[in-house]
């Protein structure tokens, strides 16, 4: 076993539990020393590919020479000063840029913190603000974070045992899920779905009182699933007809990882709000709140920000990673790489019946597994082999869904064909050992 044969890893993994709290989640006992690109390598110098990406932040690769260059250099001239005591040109050219590549509306603003959690929270306060009203409404599946009201947002129950009593007028509603088994459309879903929601404004909460609708158009943390766009352009007349507030959780999402800028641009409409983190960064803790000018511009000085938000040091991280996501032309490899996982998930799908569903946007792509091909009976302890067998033969996967079914892919879009084709084999290799299926199905050439 992995853990074993490395006593440097093991080492390290057993300090760690002597020392940091148990609360903070450890999906494996692997190390990480250094990285470059799409591979990590362990305390023990055991190369490892990347299809975690640190949970979807690495979109531009480890350890970039760019945006390393930009934090050092940033480094030298200032580190913190904090925006609330002085204005930084570090700040406003990130928001300038934001603003830029995100129009929401004719004016557009733009606020920096620092997690996608702060983002949230942020953004629902804004909402709160602009409409003076408080309820909020979310949905089955949802990730918004792991702060209180994060949390209350969040939707998958292990996430949040113990921590209540949670945030006040918050409503859930189910996503709008289409699944391959069920033989449903995105229109049959989307119509009933939008009629879900225009009958909980007349039984559960008064659209009168609800500040803001909040989804992840992609769902991270709840398994990929992806909105019809029938229903998010219903939603969009339905948030315009009472005046709410749509909210675009663009964490996970955003900055290329679905083959565009935004995951809103692949539906053809706008939200009030957006939330970004994860990618945006480069590495370094960063996010922003976007949205219309009409909407952020309706809010009490000093009610938003923080200490940290808006770091220069992470503002110029940031801004030298859209630089190469632009000269690298990320998103289009994002859509080339999302094809070629697509097309290698729909040949292993046809060999083997424990994987019930496929399904992702761009390069965000997952695979779902049932007990013997039933789509009723999520099989998360499959999962968990599939991982740790991926662990044991150098890639990393991690699992997501509510029921832990799901096996997510990550990648730093960076990752060279070869590569992305070496991780899959490994990845198709641990399914076939765990599903009595003949060794890899086929390779992407």
Known sequence: MLENSMSRS?????????????????????????????????????????????IGVMNVGHSDAEVVRA????????LHACIHVATYEPYLELCEKLV???????????????????AVENAIKIARQATGRSGIICFTGAFHGRTLLATTLTSKVNYKLGCGPFAPEVYRLPYPVVRQHRGETEQ????????????????????????AIILELVQGEGGFNVVPKAYLRGLRDICDEHGIVLIVDEVQTGFGRTG?????????????????????????????????AEVMDRVT???????????????AGALATIRQFQSLN??????????????????????????????????????????AGDPTKPAADLVKKVITTCLENGLIVIPAGVNGDVVRILAPLVISDAELDRGLDILEDAIASHTNQPARVGSGG
């Open 330 to 371: 990320l998103n289009q490899r994002a859509e080339h790489a999302g094809n070629r996982i697509r097309a290698r998930f729909e040949t292993l799908a046809n060999q083997v019946k424990e994987i019930t569903d496929i399904r992702g946007l761009g390069a965000m792509m997952a695979l779902e597994f049932s007990v």
């Open 10 to 54: 093991v080492d390290l993994v057993e300090r760690r539990n002597r020392v940091v709290c148990s609360g903070v989640g450890k999906l494996s006992d692997l190390t990480a020393a250094t990285a470059q690109g799409s591979e990590i390598t362990d305390a023990d110098g055991r190369s490892f590919i990347d299809f975690a990406g640190g």
């Open 100 to 118: 830029e590549l995100f129009p929401h509306g004719e004016r557009t603003k733009a606020m920096l913190v620092n997690t996608g959690a702060e």
């Open 260 to 292: 565009r800028w935004a995951a809103y641009e692949h539906y053809d409409i706008t939200p009030d709000l957006s939330t970004w983190a994860k990618s945006m960064g480069g590495g370094l803790p960063i996010s922003a709140v976007i949205g219309k």
């Open 301 to 315: 000085p000093g009610t938003l920000g923080g200490t940290y938000g808006g770091n220069p040091v992470a503002c």
């Open 71 to 78: 934090i050092q250099q940033q480094a030298e001239k200032l």
């Open 188 to 211: 049959e879903v989307s119509d009933r779905e939008l009629g879900r929601l225009r009958a909980a404004l007349r039984d559960t909460v008064a659209p009168e009182g609800v500040a």
